[in-house]
């Protein structure tokens, strides 16, 4: 589906529907809406509005044939005026988008939100953008029966010359965003039994539009990851370690981000439940928002340099996999007690932080599907976040709120580094489910010596049973919208 934006009045543009909007409690529209109601004999204040009630509550939706001209009108409900945000846009376009007609080509819609909202014109732009694209989104590689997309054209009318400018940008923007979104969905929902470390290096280095380096398992031991190596030793599938950099001729900082890889974890030694086990397709999703950010950060071209950094392997058991009880020794020569084979993420992290910090970078963000604790603390609503820099945590949260993406800050008090002692080792890799996702973020913090870091847990929100907002079922690319913005908002 082509995304565009016209100079033009949305009466003058060919389309099967035309998409207006009215806030909840209107009775007379004005702007694009009060000019589309006039030109169809106050059709809808007259009959929408006072004989059908239709009330404008966000997410309504009113469908309104127009005979004579072969066109449909939609009707979008923005809701409470007071209420209303960029996101609220963003969702309410990907619903509209779900539920057009089949029939349906060429769809032109008003610029909502930068009219009587007075929101920012080139938002507005960009979260319609990402909302029409994303409202499309389906994982039917493997069915028989595809889900066809009708829609060819998605067009933005606005005829004011200052908004058309400025939302040109917001259009560009989007296209960016959305896709870095939908292909990280696809390689989330892709079945482990194609999509493994090899497979996903290959990916990294064929998509992330930056440059990119892969190392071999001899190579990863000559670095010192042993840790790292542990993990992934029980798989059939040798372990990649990936490094994308991203250099802008005069960058004015330098950051790393670390994605969790574990393409496939099965919780090793320590079996997971079969239900648990189901979907751990999805253990990378951390690595497959590393990998789309660089190509959306490739694309938009911040004055940021960024290394994006990922340690992909399969936790599998084997004869060969690493055992509870065992003592490994990690890239920064801390030595980790196994306590369970299945908290395997925070081990490869270890050694993945440590090798960022070896890059002098002024700041580390991690992201990762790490603690079952942060599920049960924030459920599917919110995404966990700690680190060592309060300024940057609240930095990072801001910046995820304007993306539409929820972070909730987790404590790191002391306390919670007790479970962690070990009798034999420098620490162990778990302490236990009290406190967990704390003292896992401890348990990181022990690998980075002095360098800003921010731990990310998105352990609940990566993959939904239930459809989100979006109408997104299964992999959610949750955080890449936010370290898109992040890293924008360095600038």
Known sequence: ????????????????????????????????????????????????????????????????????????????????????????????????????????????????????????????????????????YSFDKYKSQKTKTQIEEFIIAEIDGQKYEKALKGVNDGIIVARAVNNARDLINESSQYLYPETLAKYAEENSGVKTTVYNKEEIKKMGMNAFLAVGQGSVHEPKFIHMEYKPQNPIKKIAIVGKGITFDAGGLDLKPPASMLTMRDDMSGAAAVICTMKAISELKPDIEVHGIIAACENMPSGSAYKPGDVITAKTGRTIEIDNTDAEGRVTLADALAYAEDLQVDEIIDIATLTGACMVALGTVASGIMGNDDTEIKKFIAAAEKAGERFWQLPMFEEYGETLKSDIADTKNTGGRMGGASAAGIFLSSFIKNTPWIHLDIAGTAFLEKADSEGIKGATAIGVRSLIKYISELN
Request: with cysteine; proline share 2%; glycine share 12%.
């Open 1 to 136: 589906m082509l995304v565009k934006i016209e100079q033009k009045s949305i009466l003058d543009i060919e389309a099967d529907v035309i998409i207006v909007n009215l806030f909840e409690g209107v009775k007379y529209p004005g702007g694009v809406t009060g000019i589309v109601d006039k030109k169809f004999n106050n059709v809808i204040s007259d009959f929408v509005i006072n004989k059908e009630k239709f009330e404008g509550k966000f997410g309504d939706i009113y469908k309104l044939p127009i005979l004579e001209s072969g066109k449909k009108i939609y009707i979008a409900g923005l809701g409470d005026q007071e209420k209303f945000n960029y996101t609220k846009i963003r969702d309410l376009t990907a619903k509209i988008v779900r539920n057009t007609d089949g029939s349906a080509k060429k769809v032109v819609s008003i610029l909502h939100g930068a009219g009587i909202a007075g929101l920012c014109p080139r938002r507005c732009a960009q979260m319609i953008t990402e909302g029409a694209i994303s409202g499309t």
